[in-house]
């Protein structure tokens, strides 16, 4: 498996991960003053429930990548679609053109005319990180304390759930991730992927629609 | 057996003289000063930009986000990320050095990065570089071409009808190495980049992103 698409699988499993967990989630968040939450069970058992609520999602994200060296971050559009049980499709639409689905054990991404795809199975380290990600839409991972080191945090609007990674592959991309949620709905604000160099990768998800009707072809790709 | 002969020589001589776009330029009247070198071969293309990038490389093909940025004179920053926003290559470049800050471990062989090295000092050094530059004469297409040569390779540049450069062949003796294609915005700056490679099968197309 390519380099290129080792990454592209890590960033979209974890980034999928996030966003189911984070399935209630949109309002503005404040990561001014975190507090932390030492007893997060309410929270993690809120988490839960609504994800065994969730059977699809369709909103639209805004992702700014933001470089230490540069005076202004790279600002990029799309939309989001998840279905149960292990369908995702992350589709940039500005300023650029690019399509990754997931589509159960096929990762595929679409770039101007080509696609490429390839058989998640076929690595053992993408069948964990879809393990992952089941366990994410059963509402228990956050018990895979194996993968990650859990900790909350809260302001005065928001929950922040901080992962730093504990497995070598994903250790040695980012140095946390970030999930923000609005205190009031569990409504998500941003998610966010630190680089070891404090690089990062901000994803604010709006325009939310859960359970909605959705066609199964959105997430082929011919 | 003198037929022979004769019929290998012409066969040799002909051959050998066979007619080749580079040997049939013609060195022009048109002299050029440094000033001018440095002022038509300015890595302006690339300064403080964002693209997207098409790699095909040995039958496979990916894109991700190339940046560039000048931190000082001659001093540049360039990365490449994924769509997604992972940075898999980091590099700092000045004339005499060529720094890997960060390499993906499946990007991290000298092969590769020496070929980033030299596509790198290609469009950002060839002023600072060379010092020798004539001006050619494609007489049969009525145009200029800048070339620079050290000896072992040349570099023959070509200009558009505004006079800027649209395109760079780097040659050793007779082989073409690789050819860089220019689309120019009014500034000056590139709207794309293409950067094809005879030796290996290697190419990239960077293609300017414009942000709403």
Same mark, same amino acid.
């Given at each position: 498996m390519t380099f290129y698409k080792s990454i592209s699988i890590y960033f979209s499993r974890t980034v999928v991960i996030f966003a189911i967990i984070a399935i209630n989630l949109f309002g503005k968040g404040d990561t001014t003053s975190n507090k932390v939450i030492i007893d997060p069970s309410i929270i993690i058992k809120r988490i839960n429930e609504v994800s065994k609520s969730i059977k699809s999602i369709e909103c639209d994200f805004i992702q700014i990548k933001h470089l230490s060296y540069l005076s202004e971050n790279i600002t990029s559009r799309g939309a989001f679609y998840y279905k149960r049980e292990n369908l995702i499709r992350w589709e940039y639409t500005s300023p650029y053109r690019y399509i990754i689905v997931i589509n159960r054990d096929k990762f595929i991404m679409k770039d101007g005319k080509t696609i490429s795809s390839f058989d998640i199975k076929s690595n053992e380290l993408f069948s964990e990180l879809n393990d992952i990600i089941l366990g994410c839409i059963k509402g228990d991972i956050l018990k895979s304390e194996t993968k990650f080191k859990i900790s909350f945090f809260q302001t005065v609007s928001v929950y922040v759930i901080n992962l730093i990674p504990v497995a070598p592959k994903i250790k040695e991309i980012f140095k946390s991730i970030e999930i923000y949620f609005n205190k009031s709905n569990f409504d998500l604000t941003d998610l966010k992927m630190v680089e070891n160099t404090g690089d990062f990768t901000k994803i604010q998800f709006i325009n939310r629609k859960y359970n909605v009707n959705m066609n199964e072809e959105i997430f082929n790709i011919k | 057996m003198k037929k022979y002969l004769i019929l290998s020589s012409f066969v040799?001589?002909?051959?050998?003289?066979?007619?080749?776009?580079?040997?049939?330029?013609?060195?022009?009247?048109?002299?050029?000063?440094? %000033?001018?070198?440095?002022?038509?071969?300015?890595?302006?293309?690339?300064?403080?930009?964002?693209?997207?990038?098409?790699?095909?490389?040995?039958?496979? $093909?990916?894109? %991700?986000?190339?940046?560039?940025? $000048?931190?000082?004179?001659?001093?540049?920053?360039?990365?490449?990320?994924?769509?997604?926003?992972?940075?898999?290559?980091? @590099?700092?470049?000045?004339?005499?050095?060529?720094?890997? @800050?960060?390499?993906?471990?499946?990007?991290?062989?000298?092969?590769?990065?020496?070929?980033?090295?030299?596509?790198?000092?290609? @469009?950002?050094? @060839?002023?600072?570089?060379?010092?020798?530059?004539?001006?050619?004469k494609d007489v049969k297409n009525n145009s200029d071409i800048l070339k620079l040569d050290n000896d072992e390779i040349q570099y023959y540049c070509f200009f558009d009808d505004r006079e800027r450069i649209s395109r760079i062949d780097e040659v050793s003796g007779n082989d073409l190495k690789k050819k860089i294609l220019f689309t120019l915005e009014n500034d000056g700056s590139a709207k794309s980049i293409e950067i094809a490679h005879n030796d290996y099968p290697i190419n990239l197309i960077l293609e300017r992103i414009v942000e709403e």
């Open positions: - | 040799f001589f002909f051959t050998s003289c066979s007619p080749f776009y580079y040997n049939s330029l013609l060195k022009s009247n048109k002299n050029i000063s440094s %000033g001018e070198i440095n002022q038509i071969l300015s890595p302006k293309v690339l300064v403080s930009s964002k693209y997207v990038a098409h790699v095909s490389a040995l039958g496979k $093909e990916f894109s %991700g986000i190339f940046v560039i940025r $000048e931190l000082d004179k001659d001093v540049y920053r360039l990365m490449l990320i994924t769509h997604t926003g992972v940075t898999i290559l980091s @590099l700092e470049v000045t004339p005499d050095k060529f720094t890997v @800050l960060y390499c993906i471990e499946q990007l991290n062989n000298k092969y590769f990065l020496n070929l980033v090295n030299n596509d790198i000092s290609t @469009l950002l050094y @060839l002023r600072i570089k060379y010092k020798l530059a004539l001006m050619m």
